[in-house]
């Protein structure tokens, strides 16, 4: 869930009726889903970059002696 911020996404509790709540709004409000379209790829850049992901391999990596 930290992972999802409003200038990405929508977060919520994945229950039928949120879900549908969440689906009815962004089709009344295109504006919305153009910000965070807009914003997703900066902040996949910024946080699943080749190097954050080393960065994630690396520590999860045991040295075996």
């Known amino acids: 869930p930290e992972m999802i911020t409003p200038e990405v996404g929508i977060l919520c509790e ?20 153009d910000r965070i379209s807009k914003n997703c790829r900066n902040y996949a850049v910024k946080h699943f970059s080749e190097k954050n992901a080393e960065d994630i391999v690396s520590s999860y990596r045991i040295e075996v002696h």
């Open 14 to 33: 994945p229950t039928i009726e949120n879900i549908r709540q969440v689906i009815e709004h962004l089709h009344t409000h295109p504006g919305e889903v």
